[in-house]
């Protein structure tokens, strides 16, 4: 398995924003479509926003539509996560995972390549 860092989380009040940042600890993403999921306590991981390879498709939760963005700059080898207008709900460890198939948007079994995880907790 490939190893992935994620970086950018922490404490933010609702209505506030974060950027969160998914590298590679050594290979190249380009490869890969790279997908932002979320853990909350006594909760299933779920997809929150997923970018093919090119940066050409995307999907994300309707829980955060118009709130989050995912984005992708592979000569910088690096996947981002705007979030804006966050909510106590969106709180929980994100995680970035790569899967080099072809895009499924946020399935999750189609990722196979994890990081550690971020904290991201949205509280006032």
């Known amino acids: 398995q490939l190893q992935l860092v994620e970086s950018g989380g922490g404490l933010v009040q609702p209505g506030g924003s974060l950027k969160l940042a998914c590298s590679p600890s050594?290979?190249?993403?380009?490869?890969?479509?790279i997908g932002w999921f979320r853990q909350a306590p006594g909760k299933e991981r779920e997809g929150v926003a997923c970018?093919?390879?090119?940066?050409?498709?995307?999907h994300y939760t309707d829980s955060v539509k118009d709130r989050f963005a995912i984005s992708r700059d592979n000569a910088k080898n690096t996947v981002w996560l705007l979030m804006t207008n966050l909510k106590p709900e969106d709180t929980g460890v994100y995680y970035c995972?790569?899967?080099?198939?072809?895009?499924?948007?946020?399935?999750?079994?189609?990722?196979?390549?994890w990081g550690q995880g971020t904290q991201v907790t949205v509280s006032s």
């Open positions: 995972g790569a899967d080099q198939k072809p895009f499924s948007g946020c399935r999750i079994q189609a990722y196979d390549s």
């Open positions: 050594e290979f190249f993403l380009n490869n890969y479509a």
């Open positions: 970018i093919s390879r090119s940066g050409g498709s995307t």
